[in-house]
């Protein structure tokens, strides 16, 4: 497949999820900063396990946009900015040891799918994604932008969850 040819026809869609996720990281500072004294109550850990992924999961969305809005890029760079992306992202999600709450019994089912669970999956994906781009797949560019909106819907659902949060916490 022709690699502007592959690329062609993304322009809008990046440029709305790379907006959507550049204004929702924006307002998750915001919300931070309302109740900095809520989320310092925190341990160090629970803040590296739930507050910070949701973070890097607008960032994820906000990178995979700012890739595919770069004009011209070659389709073997492109999976290189994924692959390292994908590798980047998977490596994080065990660094955060999120697994390790939901070994030790503090995380219901729901957190573990969109904490551990989805988010796995979309940066496994986002390696697959950027094999296939290499490839030359005509599968690589639909097959991306799955994982650009799972990533932002997964950190949408966590910043909503972190918003409900602090909302329980100041009423207490």
């Known amino acids: 497949m022709d690699p502007a040819a592959m690329i062609e026809g993304w322009h809008e869609f990046y440029l709305l999820v790379g907006t959507s996720a550049a204004a929702l990281t924006g307002l998750m500072f915001v919300v931070i900063s309302v109740s900095p004294e809520t989320i310092a109550e925190r341990p160090k850990a629970g803040v590296r396990a ?3 992924p949701t973070m ?6 906000l990178a995979i946009s700012a890739f595919m809005l770069v004009p011209h890029i070659a389709p073997a ?7 390292l992306t994908g590798v980047g992202g998977l490596a994080y999600l065990v660094w ?3 697994h390790h709450f939901w ?3 503090k995380l219901d089912a729901e957190d573990w799918v ?3 669970g989805l988010p796995f999956l979309g940066y496994a994906l986002l390696v ?5 781009i290499w490839r030359g797949g005509a599968l690589g560019t639909p097959m991306l932008a799955f994982v650009t909106l799972l990533l932002l819907v997964v950190a949408i659902h ?3 969850d972190l918003v409900i949060w602090l909302a329980q916490k100041r009423r207490k």
């Open 128 to 132: 697959a994604t950027a094999i296939a």
């Open 158 to 160: 966590n910043a909503w």
């Open 77 to 83: 760079a492109l999976a290189l900015l994924l692959a």
């Open 103 to 105: 070994r030790e019994g």
């Open 56 to 61: 890097v999961f607008f960032a994820t969305a």
């Open 96 to 98: 955060v040891r999120g």
């Open 50 to 52: 739930f507050v910070t």
């Open 114 to 116: 969109f904490y551990i």
